[in-house]
């Protein structure tokens, strides 16, 4: 503020008369500031000269696009949204890459690459030197022994896995229907096999998953499935997740993935999300029902 009879910085007025000479308000300060020296009324002008001031409000406004990414990541962080920031989404949101569409990996050979490894599970026998046999069969957490007659089975019938690939086309179409993209790809999340990345819209799959073949990546892709149908609950794709309210009794093995370092940081919220998914992965085609239900139709299936 300026007191009576104090000089006025230069920079804040301009005498159109005068212009090129040396300016001196008048004193003590009138109501209308006008110049010392001819008292012609005073031209207010910019602190910096016009030219600096667009350079700056350039780069405030580069700066500010800069950020809208880390804005809209904090909205979408919000547990409560409000229509503003909903809308703010809407209007910054990027458009589906079609690179990413969940049946694009059918074109990349996805199926071909689960049937070679599904081929690893298959039992194998081993005739030894003496004349003896050895078998050798791989078995998935939680799942039972077998016996010889079973091992034997196996071998002379592989399984097909047709009900799970079939579970695994569906939910594929479904997540495409519903605006998701999907990548194989390692997950932003350290020691994650997959992740759901509402923000983007985005499932990532680690590319070891499907080294594991077919029901292990069709469990994976249900488990994230059950979340991208939380988000859908709670309002969208990119909406702050909601329980469910279906089964989220654990078996021990199961149970024993919230206690992975991947979840040591995880909120109680999260942790009961992520409970209620463990529970339900096993549960083939529930994932596509829950996005079916929840999540509106809005992708292409081209």
Not at 229 to 247: E, F, H, T, V
Not at 284 to 290: A, C, N, P, R, Y
């Amino acid at each position: 503020m300026l007191g009576r009879g104090s000089a006025a910085p230069l920079a804040r007025f301009r005498c159109p008369d005068c212009r090129g000479r040396t300016l001196r308000l008048a004193k003590p300060l009138p109501t209308f500031p006008r110049c010392h020296r001819c008292g012609q009324l005073l031209e207010r002008q910019p602190l910096l000269p016009p030219g600096q001031a667009g350079a700056l409000a350039f780069a405030a406004a580069a700066l500010l696009l800069a950020s809208v990414p880390d804005l809209l990541q904090g909205i979408a962080s919000l547990a409560v949204r409000s229509p503003l920031s909903s809308k703010l989404l809407q209007r910054f949101e990027p458009p589906p890459d079609p690179n990413r569409q969940p049946l694009k990996l059918l074109q990349h050979g996805l199926l071909q690459q689960l049937a070679e490894a599904d081929a690893r599970w298959t039992p194998r026998v081993e005739y030894l030197a003496d004349g003896g046999t050895r078998y050798f069969y791989r078995r998935r957490p939680g799942e039972p022994s077998l016996n010889l007659d079973q091992i034997r089975g196996l071998i002379d019938q592989p399984p097909s896995y047709d009900k799970e690939r079939e579970a695994l086309l569906e939910l594929l179409h479904t997540l495409q229907g519903a605006g998701v993209q999907l990548e194989i790809s390692r997950p932003r999340k350290p020691a994650a096999a997959a992740e759901w990345d509402g923000f983007s819209r985005t499932l990532r799959i680690d590319p070891s998953v499907a080294a594991h073949g077919t029901v292990d990546f069709a469990r994976v892709l249900n488990h994230e499935a059950i979340h991208v149908a939380q988000s859908c609950r709670g309002g969208g794709l990119r909406a702050a997740p909601r329980l469910l309210n279906i089964d989220n009794q654990l078996s021990p093995e199961l149970a024993d993935q919230l206690n992975q370092p991947t979840y040591a940081a995880a909120s109680p919220a999260e942790r009961a999300l992520e409970a209620e998914a463990y529970a339900n992965q096993n549960r083939l085609g529930l994932g596509e029902s829950l996005v079916s239900r929840y999540c509106p139709l809005q992708g292409s299936l081209q």
